[in-house]
């Protein structure tokens, strides 16, 4: 089944120490975006990627970093730099379709709790 | 940055009952959409509308925008215990690639 499949779905970290949250699709599609969720918050868009080996700051960016080498993969390291990492991060997908964004598929998100 | 405001933050009815949403937005858009999350799971896309349309129909889901008031709305209609979910609307801004959420209205429909 086509789809994104983020991991781990629950990930404890000690202070200090940088995380990688996976994000990978098979839906072959161009566009790849990184949310944080916060309680009473909504979704913030922590980075976006419209086309491999490219990508853009979303609005909170910092304390947080991305990489697209291949299409299906977006993986998201959250550092030290970032001083309230305890969240919900959903990872989602979409068609590039020149200039407006469509629908965008969701992963099943992954629970990161700093200690 | 958050553009879509959902009004109410929380809502509680009774199965079949109807259940009305609201989203309003700061700047001017290339569509809405609205999405529903359960409880620790991921966004599921429901229906989007362009600005240039005013009213589309999915199932029991009714959308309405308005661009002149910036505004949108969804409705339920002949809610079940099923529909409990969180709902957010996204706007699609002209100036970017991303889409901005609201902070959402949390649906409890009790049977």
């Known amino acids: 089944d086509g789809g994104i499949t983020q991991s781990p779905k629950y990930l404890f970290r000690k202070e200090g120490q940088n995380v990688t949250l996976s994000c990978e699709q098979n839906?072959?599609?161009?566009?790849m975006y990184w949310y944080r969720q916060d309680p009473g918050q909504g979704l913030r868009l922590i980075y976006y990627?419209?086309?491999?080996?490219?990508?853009q700051k979303g609005d909170i960016a910092e304390g947080y970093s991305v990489s697209r080498e291949k299409k299906e993969s977006f993986p998201l390291t959250v550092t030290s730099a970032q001083k309230n990492p305890t969240a919900f991060y959903l990872c989602?997908?979409?068609?590039?379709?020149?200039?407006?964004?469509?629908?965008?598929?969701f992963g099943e998100g992954s629970r990161l709790t700093v200690l | 940055s958050q553009q879509g405001e959902e009004d109410p933050q929380a809502l509680s009815i009774q199965e079949g009952e109807n259940a009305t949403m609201n989203c309003s937005y700061k700047?001017?858009?290339?569509?809405l959409q609205w999405y529903r999350q359960n409880s620790g799971r991921g966004l599921v896309h429901l229906i989007l509308i362009r600005s240039n349309e005013r009213e589309k129909h999915s199932g029991r889901l009714r959308v309405t925008l308005d661009t002149s008031k910036k505004s949108s709305s969804l409705l339920i209609t002949a809610s079940r215990a099923a529909d409990t979910a969180s709902y957010f609307c996204a706007t699609d801004p002209n100036s970017g690639y991303a889409l901005n959420f609201g902070k959402g209205t949390s649906l409890l429909v009790t049977p």
């Open positions: 839906l072959n599609h161009d566009a």
């Open positions: 700047t001017s858009i290339n569509n």
């Open positions: 989602a997908s979409s068609i590039a379709q020149g200039g407006t964004t469509g629908e965008l598929f």
């Open positions: 990627s419209q086309i491999v080996n490219d990508f």
